[in-house]
Nanobody, 115 residues
Framework: QVQLVESGGGLVQPGGSLRLSCVVS????????MGWYRQAPGKEREVVAT???????AYIGSVEGRFTISRDNAKKTLYLQMNSLKSEDTAVYYC?????????WGQGTQVTVSS
């Protein structure tokens, strides 16, 4: 069973930056498109950034130009660089498969943007 372990969250002021990491227990990047999801209090989980097997990326409009998804195949790690953070980015962030059968969700990493 593939395990997903997210880290890198924290408390940051508006305009600040964070880099999230997601370590996977098996190298699934060559067989699955991956994405970063987030779930804010009282809201449904949404996907915010995706990367295909070939490395093409896509973002939802609200994070376009501020967030960057990347991966290191050798380290089996997916990243999300988040810049110019806003209060509305506050959420628990998760990584998982996109467009296919998802693996069990990890614990996520909390991102709180507040002054």
């Amino acid at each position: 069973q593939v395990q997903l372990v997210e880290s890198g969250g924290g408390l940051v002021q508006p305009g600040g930056s964070l880099r999230l990491s997601c370590v996977v227990s098996e190298n699934i990047f060559s067989v699955n498109a991956m994405g970063w999801y987030r779930q804010a209090p009282g809201k449904e989980r949404e996907v915010v950034a995706t990367m295909t097997i070939l490395g093409a990326t896509a973002y939802i409009g609200s994070v376009e130009g501020r967030f960057t998804i990347s991966r290191d195949n050798a380290k089996k790690t997916l990243y999300l660089q988040m810049n110019s953070l806003k209060s509305e980015d506050t959420a628990v962030y998760y990584c998982n498969v996109v467009g296919g059968t998802r693996h069990p969700w990890g614990q996520g990493t909390q991102v709180t943007v507040s002054s």
